[in-house]
């Protein structure tokens, strides 16, 4: 059996070398063991000497008293010790007695290795020549195979080195294994401990060019056998007697070296570049064949990567590094695509591309084809832009539709021109309220108001602190200042006492029945806390009701800054009679107030008169009389309002002679205005006054659901409205629905009368639709 390289005394020669020929052997044809080498290829010696064949002995094996440490042997019992020797003498003389057996036999067995060996070799040099044939035909071979053929080169040198090292040694060539002196051997296997397995040896990378190449473990394993070699013939050279007793051999270990794992370079195709394109220039349509293609170079073979030859047992040097593979060059086939070199031709026209399908040649142009050709081509788009827009037209929302006024738009009502008493002097200004102005007449400039103003200083106050229904409104306590402005001279008051209480209702009483100018100014310091934050807010009053020639410089106005026009007084007459307590207050002749002694006359008597109702009268050295009035009359059994202002009255001695003329002025005018003031049918029940227009084209009639008559005098103008009363005039309806009203006038004095459809409304048709516009 092999073991480590050697052989087991009694095996075949011949068997063992075919089992050492075996294990060199590598897949890839590598280097085999410098060793049989040296068998294959003896030295040039004329004379041929046999050489002893090597003997292992058999060894007892080892027992854990012999792994124990020196110490506790030591301590061991002597009749141990002597039997341990005894067994070792035992075993020394099987040992020699078998070494004098495989003495006498060596020549024999030398005759068998060495006609073993020559076989081998034979076989070997048979199996080389097959290599070289196969290599032969393989030519020729690409770069990468020269650098491995240089690499097996460095190889065989290297093996021819380690030959010729094993040729020097001393003792090596004549003898593979050698018996130590027992002696030392003895010694040398008590003090060296079990000999561990070597772990197997990993690639390791390429060493540098000039560092130096480790050792291989060949020449280590070399040295180790001549050392064994030379323990062995001093072995034999000791006395018989000094060897009898027993020797323990060293078991001889192999260290199995994997050879290096050498990186193969890879190969890499470079990718030519892309090809710029042509610029594009115009070319004749010319046939041009199309080139034929150019047979490209044969590729050069990849290279063989060389197999990892398997671990052998048997330890080789390390092969050289290889060199770097040049960069491979892409064959020509590969450096530009392939282009077709013919360009293409130009479209043909679609009926040249039929004739030529067809292989019938085109029809000759004529108008008349040409014309028919143009109709079949942009008829069908045509129709359908027609179809897209029918549809969109007809999906399309509708207009709104609007209602719109056919009858006349105005009205003057019969008899001429109205004719009224204006004065001669002053200013004035007449008008039915909610119909129209009577007219006016003066310089319609600002001037000052006397007691006038003190409907200013009411409004204010009703405005701010409203009184309801019968409610006499908060109570008021008279400070010192009014009770001592009660007995001042040359201005109109009130005889109220301090610590008095009256009631809001009972002091616009005493503001404007005896027109107190005390009780004015204690309301003011009541609303507003003084009489200049009071006048602040008069005047902004004003300003809302858009009295924008008046200025106010006190709440009673006895001042003659408080100016005003009779227009402005008029909008503010409209605006303080809205209020029910305060009609009520000015349409009374005379007064009765507890904790005032008599009764109060009204200074304004016009009161007297039938359909009279106030306002107020004021009068001062600038002012003159002035005297501001509302009257009723009756239209069509419904009462109407009549305002009217007279200012700037002095054709008369004294002050109160003056304020009479004033009134006198405004009876006049007042009586004229109840006489004039008419009504006129403008409207008459079923007329059409109007239509409802659905914004294409389509009008359905409106008519009046009853008669309209206004209210006016002679030559008045009258301007008729027909509006939608708020709601969104429909899309469809029935004939009888109500979809408006028409009115005249406005405020107070505004009628009207409501208006439905005189047939049906439906909406407009497909037609319509399909033909509108915008």
């Known amino acids: 059996m092999t073991h480590g390289g050697g052989t087991v005394a009694g095996e075949s020669p011949d068997k063992a070398e075919q089992q050492e020929s075996s294990r060199e052997k590598t897949p890839g044809g590598g280097g085999r063991d410098p060793r049989l080498s040296v068998l294959r290829e003896p030295a040039p010696s004329p004379v041929q000497v046999d050489q002893p064949t090597a003997v292992f002995k058999t060894l007892a094996p080892r027992t854990p008293e012999d792994d124990a440490p020196a110490e506790e042997r030591a301590a061991e019992p002597e009749a141990a010790a002597e039997e341990r020797a005894e067994e070792r003498a035992e075993e020394s003389e099987t040992a020699s007695e078998a070494g004098s057996e495989g003495t006498e036999g060596s020549e024999g067995e030398s005759d068998r290795l060495r006609a073993a060996v020559a076989a081998w070799v034979a076989s070997d040099d048979e199996a080389e020549a097959t290599e070289a044939e196969a290599a032969s035909e393989d030519e020729p071979v690409a770069q990468e195979d020269s650098n491995d053929d240089a690499d097996s080169e460095a190889d065989a040198d290297?093996?021819?080195?380690?030959?010729?090292?094993?040729?020097?040694?001393?003792?090596?060539?004549?003898?593979?294994?050698?018996?130590?002196?027992?002696?030392?051997?003895?010694?040398?296997?008590?003090?060296?401990?079990?000999?561990?397995?070597?772990?197997?040896?990993?690639?390791?990378?390429?060493?540098?060019?000039?560092?130096?190449?480790p050792e291989p473990a060949e020449s280590t394993d070399r040295a180790e056998s001549a050392e064994s070699t030379d323990r062995a013939e001093s072995a034999e050279s000791t006395d018989p007697a000094e060897s009898a007793e027993p020797v323990d051999q060293p078991t001889a270990m192999f260290k199995i070296v994997r050879p290096p794992v050498v990186d193969q370079p890879t190969t890499a195709l470079k990718m030519p570049p892309a090809p710029e394109p042509a610029p594009a220039q115009e070319r004749p349509s010319t046939f041009v064949p199309l080139r034929p293609d150019t047979p490209a170079a044969p590729a050069a073979p990849a290279a063989k990567a060389s197999p990892t030859p398997p671990v052998s047992p048997t330890p080789r040097a390390p092969a050289a590094a290889a060199a770097p593979a040049p960069t491979p060059v892409p064959p020509p086939s590969l450096a530009e695509a392939e282009r077709t070199r013919q360009q293409p031709m130009p479209p043909l026209p679609p009926l040249d591309l039929l004739a030529e399908l067809t292989n019938t040649p085109p029809p000759a142009p004529t108008p008349m084809r040409i014309t028919l050709r143009r109709v079949r081509i942009w008829t069908p788009l045509v129709v359908l832009l027609l179809i897209v827009f029918a549809v969109v037209q007809f999906v399309r929302p509708l207009p709104a539709p609007t209602l719109s006024l056919t009858a006349a738009p105005t009205f003057t009502f019969e008899g001429g021109e109205l004719q009224m008493p204006w004065p001669t002097e002053g200013q004035g200004a007449a008008e039915v309220e909610g119909v129209g102005s009577l007219g006016t007449y003066g310089a319609q400039k600002p001037a000052p108001l006397a007691s006038v103003a003190k409907t200013m200083t009411a409004y204010v106050i009703l405005r701010d602190h409203p009184i309801k229904g019968a409610e006499p409104g908060p109570e008021i306590t008279i400070d010192k200042k009014a009770a001592d402005e009660a007995g001042a001279q040359f201005e109109s008051t009130a005889a109220v006492k301090e610590g008095q209480t009256y009631t809001e209702k009972e002091l616009v009483q005493l503001l404007?029945?005896?027109?107190?100018?005390?009780?004015?100014?204690?309301?003011?310091?009541?609303?507003?806390?003084?009489?200049?934050?009071?006048?602040?807010?008069?005047?902004?009053?004003?300003?809302?009701?858009?009295?924008?020639?008046?200025?106010?410089?006190?709440?009673?106005?006895?001042?003659?800054?408080?100016?005003?026009?009779?227009?402005?007084?008029?909008?503010?007459?409209?605006?303080?009679?809205?209020?029910?307590?305060?009609?009520?207050?000015?349409?009374?002749?005379?007064?009765?107030?507890?904790?005032?002694?008599?009764?109060?006359?009204?200074?304004?008597?016009?009161?007297?008169?039938?359909?009279?109702?106030?306002?107020?009268?004021?009068?001062?050295?600038?002012?003159?009389?002035?005297?501001?009035?509302?009257?009723?009359?009756?239209?069509?059994?419904?009462?109407?309002?009549?305002?009217?202002?007279?200012?700037?009255a002095k054709d008369a001695k004294l002050l109160h002679q003056k304020l009479q003329l004033s009134i006198d002025y405004s009876l006049k005018l007042i009586q004229q205005a109840q006489k004039d003031v008419t009504s006129a049918a403008v409207i008459r029940k079923g007329q059409v006054v109007g239509h409802i227009d659905d914004g294409l084209g389509g009008r359905t009639a409106v008519v009046a659901d009853k008669e309209l008559k206004a209210v006016g005098w002679p030559g008045l103008k009258v301007d008729l409205e027909l509006t939608d009363g708020g709601k969104a005039v429909p899309h469809t309806g029935k004939a009888g629905d109500v979809v408006g009203q028409v009115s005249i006038g406005t405020g107070t004095g505004k009628v009207s009368s409501p208006v439905s459809l005189k047939t049906d409304l439906v909406e407009p048709g497909f037609d319509k639709k399909l033909t509108r516009l915008g």
């Open 512 to 648: 404007m029945i005896p027109s107190a100018n005390n009780v004015a100014r204690l309301l003011a310091r009541w609303d507003a806390g003084s009489e200049a934050a009071f006048v602040e807010k008069m005047n902004a009053a004003a300003k809302d009701l858009g009295m924008t020639e008046s200025t106010y410089t006190d709440p009673s106005g006895l001042e003659s800054t408080t100016v005003s026009t009779p227009q402005d007084q008029l909008k503010l007459a409209k605006a303080v009679m809205q209020y029910d307590v305060f009609r009520e207050i000015v349409n009374m002749p005379n007064l009765t107030v507890d904790g005032i002694p008599g009764q109060i006359e009204n200074n304004n008597n016009i009161l007297l008169e039938p359909g009279v109702s106030g306002i107020k009268t004021g009068s001062s050295t600038p002012a003159g009389g002035n005297l501001l009035w509302s009257a009723n009359t009756v239209v069509d059994g419904k009462e109407r309002r009549i305002l009217g202002i007279v200012m700037g």
């Open 158 to 213: 290297a093996d021819a080195e380690t030959v010729q090292e094993a040729a020097e040694a001393p003792e090596a060539a004549d003898s593979w294994f050698a018996s130590r002196k027992p002696a030392e051997a003895t010694q040398e296997a008590e003090d060296e401990p079990e000999a561990e397995p070597q772990p197997e040896a990993q690639a390791e990378p390429e060493p540098e060019a000039d560092e130096q190449e």
